[in-house]
């Protein structure tokens, strides 16, 4: 059966915390991330094996921010694949705490062959391997 | 003179990158942010003041990545205030090296009363001192 | 029964790697920080309540690093409170994977009455709850 | 002429602040290593040249901290080249605001030959080209 969705709960650590008392923005785009490879592993893939050639650069990501996250808060983190086609994936991504609505994200990576340092990355298609494994 | 808009230089360093041999994705948000707050300082401002019962969270931010960054790349920062309303700043950025886009993102900031932990921020007008200094 | 001990299981994450490959050496102050603050809540304590009037600054902290750790890598954090005196705790850390050592490393933090912004830290006893909780 | 010592200033931002007002600690880790990479690159050198088949892990790391350091503070780094043996670098690291003393680390790193993932790293005997341009 492939993998559309995953959820886990998580804890704000305090080095994730800024000056002003508040988990700084920039982690919600590192929670979202956690959340896309533990689906990988719940679909029996890595995102980057050690040996692969081919590679998922982020091409997009955006977050919309509702209420703080604080030192120690226990969270909600819920990603589902939200589109598939031939040679990117878009995720949608809910953080929440109590069922209150903490934040909402997407992010949109990019299939791509490996390439020699400095060369632009070129879109390919997602392997069949992975098209069983995950879907929308 | 108000402010509008603000260009830096950068280096990339060790701990921004990943194992993929870019710079994690995560850390253009705080390159943006780098650029807000010394976008401030031009302005002859700070945006968290020591004694300040203001704050100014970050209620929506968005990137699209064109080309990766490696270590000890050299690129460029330019941020500008897109607009502004009675309550939220909208900032545009663009990341650039030798002239070749790397990525665009936008960020909105909301002024808001800083309250007791765990109450929901609320959005309050952006203090006269401030419009005065920054500006679309 | 006071504490002295804590053990706990985690994964590297994505963004904890860099271009070497390998989780980038700063990390594993985290991890030892992580396994601090877990050590504290299994206390029944937290080492930053939302109003307590005194803090923790670390005031030395040391790694020897072993093995490199990477990506996906599952490992183990045991953190022991290796020695208490009035105002000070020294943990020790060390960070294994399949029973082999990753790393090992070491804490000392003060116990401190918050100052205003610029004024020198000042070194207090430490509180009775908290002595009856944490041992070495 | 080899390169033993490299001095800069740098402003804290934002993200490298915590909850409890001040940067945290695993950041002065990185504010050494931001010093040794710009001493190579004085010495004409980079620790991670693309297609380079040697590596330099760290071995060992500490810090004491003195004062704390806020959001905005503009500080100095001192790192210099304390020992080199044939096979590693020790450095010795002073951060200072204001010609008060901050804090001060040491890091030592190991010469290897890059392996298979998994494998343990093998130290070798610093190359010429490195040993002619950073001495101790």
Same mark, same amino acid.
């Given at each position: 059966m492939a993998v559309s969705e995953y959820r886990f709960t998580r804890r704000v650590q305090f080095y994730e915390t800024d000056v002003a008392g508040i988990v700084h923005f920039s982690w919600f785009f590192r929670y979202m991330e956690e959340a896309e490879h533990a689906l990988w592993r719940e679909a029996g893939l890595s995102i980057h094996p050690p040996d692969s050639d081919i590679g998922w650069p982020r091409i997009a990501s955006s977050f919309e921010f509702y209420r703080p996250l604080r030192f120690e808060d226990v969270f909600d983190v819920h990603l589902r694949v939200a589109e598939m086609t031939k040679k990117? &994936? /878009?995720?949608?991504?809910?953080?929440?705490?109590? +069922?209150?609505? &903490? %934040?909402? @994200?997407?992010?949109? $990576? %990019?299939?791509? /062959?490996?390439?020699?340092? @400095? %060369?632009?990355?070129?879109? $390919?298609? &997602?392997? /069949?391997? &992975?098209? +069983? /494994?995950i879907t929308a």
């Amino acid at each position: 059966m492939a993998v559309s969705e995953y959820r886990f709960t998580r804890r704000v650590q305090f080095y994730e915390t800024d000056v002003a008392g508040i988990v700084h923005f920039s982690w919600f785009f590192r929670y979202m991330e956690e959340a896309e490879h533990a689906l990988w592993r719940e679909a029996g893939l890595s995102i980057h094996p050690p040996d692969s050639d081919i590679g998922w650069p982020r091409i997009a990501s955006s977050f919309e921010f509702y209420r703080p996250l604080r030192f120690e808060d226990v969270f909600d983190v819920h990603l589902r694949v939200a589109e598939m086609t031939k040679k990117t &994936i /878009r995720y949608e991504c809910t953080l929440s705490k109590n +069922d209150e609505k &903490i %934040a909402s @994200g997407s992010m949109t $990576i %990019a299939c791509v /062959r490996k390439k020699p340092q @400095g %060369a632009k990355l070129q879109g $390919i298609e &997602i392997p /069949r391997e &992975i098209t +069983d /494994r995950i879907t929308a």
